[in-house]
């Protein structure tokens, strides 16, 4: 029989007691999120597009 593990808790409770685990429910925080979901939207952007030509490419290299 299979037995669930799961520390988040008390990973969570250990972080908590070092401070490591804070809010971010400022408008600072919330300036900085926006700018990491732009930021990866970009790169998300980036590897669909480098993918899509490296595929192009080998599909001409097959061909030739």
Not at 25 to 37: G, Q, S, V
Request: aromatic content about 6%.
């Amino acid at each position: 029989m299979a037995t669930l593990i799961n520390k988040t808790e008390e990973v969570m409770a250990e972080l908590e007691k070092q401070g490591k685990v804070h809010l971010m429910n400022t408008p600072e925080d919330y300036a900085m999120i926006k700018r990491i979901d732009d930021y990866m939207e970009e790169v998300r952007r980036d590897f669909l597009y480098k993918s899509a030509r490296s595929e192009i490419e080998a599909a001409k290299i097959i061909l030739d």
